[in-house]
Each structure stands twice: as C-alpha cells, then as structure tokens.
C-alpha cells in the first residue's frame, strides 16, 4: 500500500503546532485519570525544580572550592569535597527519582491515549470508514494513513517528547531566571572609549550570552527547518514499507502459488528506496545540523574564559569567581541554547503532532458524519425504500430501489462482477456510508462475508467470534464443527493458532458456516459463503443452512455464481445493467422465481 498521504507544504507556525499540542494533551489531564495525572506532573515539575536549586548550590560551591585551591587552604578544601559528597547524593536522589516518575508519567499517559483512540478507532465502523475514505482519495489528497503507526508508534513518541521536551523547556526557563542574576553580578560592568565617549555596559556577560544564544538559535531554525517535514514523511514511508511486509506474510501462500515473489520484492524494494531516499536527506539535513550546534557548544566552553579573562588578570577577580563566572555563563547559554540543543527531536515532536492531529481530525469527522442511509431493526421483514447505491468514487450502482423479504423466503442474488452485490449487502449491515434511503432489517441476523474472518487464537474463539466461547457449551461447538463438515478439528478446540494462515480458503469458509449454525440466527446474509467448496458439500451446507434459518422463523438471501446454489432458493434477483442515461449502472430485477 502506498499512502497518499502528503505533509502540508508549508510547516505550521511553532504557535499552531503548540496549540496542537495542547489540544492533544488536555483530555488527559481532564480525564478520569486526571487527579493521577496531575500528582505525576506535579511531582516530576517538583523534581525539576529541585535539580535547579541542586545546579546553584553546586555552582556557589565550586567558587569556594576553587578559591580554596588557590590559596591552598587544606581545611576548606576538605570541607568542601564534604559539602559535594552531600550535595551529589542530593542531585543521584533527585535524578533517580525525576527519570523513575517521568517514565511513569509516559507510561501511564500512554496507556490512556492508546485506550481511548483504540475506542474511538473502533466505535461505529470508525476503522472501516477510514479505509474506505482512503481508498476514495483521490491522488495526492492527505488521508489518515496507517492508523496502526500513529496508534502504536506516534503515541508513544508523542507522551515522550512532550514529557521530556516540556520539561527541558522548564527547566530552561527556571535556570535562566535562576543563575541569569548570578551571572550578572559575577560579570560586572564593562567600560571602553569609543569616538571620544566612554560607556560602560552593565552585567555586560549578560548580554553577551543573550546576543550569542539569539543568533546561534537563528542559524538552528535556519539549518533545521526542513527536518519537520522530512520526518513528517519518514514515519510515513516507514509505516507503507512495515504495512506491505505485513500483507505479503498474511498472504504468503497466495504469492507462493502464483510465482509472485519478483513483483512482491518489486514493491517491497519500491517502498524501502523510498525510505532510504527520505532517510539520506534527514540525515544531510541532521549532519549540517550537528556541524553547526557542535561548534556552538565547542566554542562555549572557552568563551566565557575569553570574556573574564582580562578582570581575573588585572586581580579584580580570584580564581574560584573565574570558574564561577565560567559555569555560570554556560548554565545561561545552556538554557539559552535549549532550542539549539534539541531543534532535531523537536523536529520529530512537531511531525508526531500534526500525525496525530491529522488522524484524530479524520476520526472526529467520520465519528460525527450523517449518514444519508436510514437503518432500523426489530421488524418481521427486509424492506428498503429508495435505496440507492454508490462507490466510494461517487458512481451510482443502483437508484431508489423497494425490495422486500419475508420470513421463510429463500433469495438468490446474481448479476455481473463488480455491479454492487456485495455493496448491497454492505447496505443491509448498515456499514456502507455511499448509500441513502431506507433500510429494515430484522433483528437476529448474520452475514457471511466473502473472506471471514478468522481470528488468532484458540479454535473455540475463533469458531464463537465475536461472541466468547463462554456462551456456548463444548457440546454445541462441537456440534457446529460437525455439522460444517469440519469433524477433524472438533478436538482442537483448546489449540492456539493463526488460523488464518493454518487453515485452507474452504475451511476458513465452513468455519464461517460453522459460527451460523452454532449461533442460529433467524436471518442469513451469504456472500459466496461456499464458493471454495465441491458442489457436494456446498449442497449439504445450503441444506443445513437453510433448515437452520427455517426453524428459527426467517430467510436467507445469498450471493453465489454456481446454478447449484439456486437449488435451495426460490426466488432470484438480478442486477441487470441499464442504459448510459440511466440513473445509475444497474437496476435489480426481483421478480424472477426459481422453479
């Protein structure tokens, strides 16, 4: 699969990506978790703050002990190294305990938003009609694509980066409030001429740090800025790539028998240049990136010294100030630099944002879309009223149909491939949002999907899905086996499986009829439920099928190609094709009857 999805071309302001953020983040901390929610971030905040006030006892103590090397006082000098031991084991404690209740914080967040998009992705078809928005896409429109990479991947990267970002950002902040008053009264005034006038700058290092960090995170964003839509696409690509690995082991044998190797590694191939080919250009991007923010951090570390250097000479300042002084300044310029420092993961953190922000949009907007379809159930017949059918392309298949199916009916649905047999049955669930009208369906009802699905695990789950095999004694599951001509699995009920995989295309399809006749419903949709099985056995499961609907007081209506399966049906629909200034491709005859 290849998405279509694209990143928009112009990168959202920083303001609309944290806005984004925000909106991302509350419903957690408004939550039934949120008292939780809040203690954690409460604490981790506290945390954070206590390393600060660790970094300025340490930052005044390196001023008494480098003093004390000058003057080569042994007493202080012991006491000092005793005065670290303490405050090093307060900064282990606190560390210990910010990253322990960070991970916490992530974890738990997770958890919380994983639970609530998989409910959201999951409630009223949300999952479904995602996919078939996709499919309708037309090229180059941006579609919620890999909704498993933005639940399982995205998320996780989403709680880590605002936690650990967030963080940094306060810490940034309060060291900055914290130490830039220190620096400035270490720094001093700094006097010179200049045409005749003599000025004096005070605090002047203060200045000096500002001016040097505005300029280094100026060049950052201007180095760094194609890095948001890089990994924007790189998650993308990887996600297509992961997605197709995964369709061709789930289809394994159907690529095996028809030689489909080559193409499969074709595709593969396709979607791995395509990551290698974003992956060269994030990571050109990123070496330009690390060559810049490496010089900056190199060249910090001597210049504070070339800007102290002249007061420690002339005496103004001792040798523990210097060092002071140097600390300090760096503590300044790392908080200034934090953007600098972290341009590249908040590159990610602004990519994961607007995944996110894309998929939870496309959910709110299917989760909340009218459909134009009417359903009811609960009545003692199939009826429809001006039922039209359309493909997600916007082709109308079938206009302002009525049909109608009573109990003990038997309907054979037919006509040509591709005119919408299935389409109308998708219409009958209720699933299908191309479609508008009226549709009653009874309650007490089944479908038999062309490909059932079949679940992994054990067989006895498998076989009741979606019902738990709690519902239903050993006997009745072994009985449903049996009568689906599925006798030889009757003692595998216990074993786990990917039954998808073990199990053949016709024994998928009699385990399907083996869920109808364990469950009995009174109305039968069949979707070429037997079109993998010899007409022998297609003839005893219609048989079996049939009588099962019969007893329960309902119908059945199938979609089947072979005339043997009009053997067990008395009336027949046809979808006939219509004229091209018709009101749509077909029309469905329903008034043929089978002898």
Not at 153 to 177: A, K
Request: proline content about 4%; aromatic content about 10%.
């Amino acid at each position: 699969m290849t998405s279509s999805a694209s990143p928009p071309t112009r990168s959202p302001s920083m303001l609309a990506t944290l806005r984004r953020i925000g909106q991302l983040s509350a419903p957690y901390f408004r939550s039934e978790e949120r008292w939780k929610a809040r203690g954690l971030l409460f604490a981790v905040v506290a945390l954070n703050l206590g390393t600060v006030y660790v970094t300025v006892l340490i930052n005044d103590w390196s001023r008494v002990f480098y003093d004390a090397l000058q003057a080569k006082d042994q007493p202080v000098f012991w006491t000092q190294l005793l005065r670290f031991t303490y405050l090093a084991m307060a900064g282990i404690l606190v560390a210990v305990f910010k990253f322990y209740l960070t991970q916490l914080l992530q974890v738990r967040w997770r958890a919380w938003m994983t639970r609530t998009y998989l409910d959201r992705w999951l409630a009223n078809r949300t999952f479904y009609r995602l996919e078939l928005a996709r499919y309708a896409a037309g090229a180059g429109e941006a579609t919620a694509d890999n909704p498993d990479q933005r639940i399982q991947e995205d998320m996780q990267m989403f709680t880590d980066y605002t936690v650990t970002l967030s963080m940094g950002i306060l810490n940034s902040v309060v060291t900055l409030v914290t130490f830039i008053g220190i620096l400035w009264s270490l720094s001093g005034p700094l006097s010179f001429a200049l045409g005749g006038h003599d000025f004096t700058i005070p605090g002047y290092m203060v200045w000096v740090a500002v001016l040097y960090c505005v300029i280094g995170t100026g060049l950052t964003h201007l180095i760094g800025r194609p890095l948001i839509g890089i990994n924007f696409n790189q998650q993308r690509f990887e996600a297509d790539f992961r997605h197709h690995l995964i369709r061709v082991r789930e289809n394994s044998e159907a690529i095996a028998l028809d030689r489909g190797e080559k193409v499969e590694h074709g595709q593969l191939d396709l979607r791995f240049r395509s990551v290698l080919r974003n992956y060269l250009s994030l990571i050109t991007q990123q070496k330009n990136l690390v060559a810049f923010t490496s010089s900056f951090a190199q060249l910090s570390v001597v210049f504070p010294f070339f800007l102290a250097a002249p007061r420690f000479f002339s005496g103004a300042i001792q040798f523990g100030e210097l060092m002071q002084v140097s600390r300090t300044f760096n503590t300044v310029q790392d908080a200034l630099s934090w953007f600098v420092d972290n341009y590249d993961r908040v590159a990610v953190w602004r990519a994961t944002a607007d995944r996110l922000t894309s998929f939870d949009d496309a959910m709110r907007a299917h989760a909340t879309s009218n459909d134009a379809l009417a359903r009811d159930s609960g009545g003692a017949a199939l009826h429809t009223d001006d039922l039209s059918i359309a493909l997600p392309n916007g082709t109308q298949l079938l206009a302002n149909a009525a049909l109608q199916v009573q109990a003990g009916d038997t309907v054979l649905l037919q006509g040509p491939s591709g005119s919408g047999k299935s389409t109308l049955f998708r219409a009958f669930a209720g699933i299908w949002p191309f479609a508008r009208g009226h549709v009653s369906v009874p309650d007490n009802a089944m479908f038999i999907p062309q490909r059932p699905y079949v679940p992994d695990g054990t067989l006895r789950d498998a076989l009741a899905y979606p019902n738990a095999a709690a519902d239903y004694s050993e006997e009745a599951l072994r009985a449903a086996l049996d009568s689906a001509l599925l006798p030889q699995l009757a003692s595998r009920l216990d074993d786990s499986d990917a039954w998808s995989q073990k199990l053949s295309g016709g024994e998928q399809q009699r385990l399907a009829i083996a869920r109808v006749l364990l469950k009995k419903p009174a109305w039968l949709f069949a979707d070429e439920a037997t079109s993998a099985l010899d007409k022998e056995a297609e003839n005893i499961l219609y048989k079996r099928l049939a009588a099962t609907v019969h007893a329960a007081g309902g119908a059945m209506i199938s979609i089947a190609h072979r005339a043997g399966v009009g053997d067990h049906h008395h009336q027949r629909w046809t979808l006939v094709p219509q004229a091209d200034d018709g009101p749509a491709r077909y029309r469905l005859n329903t008034a043929a009857a089978i002898a």
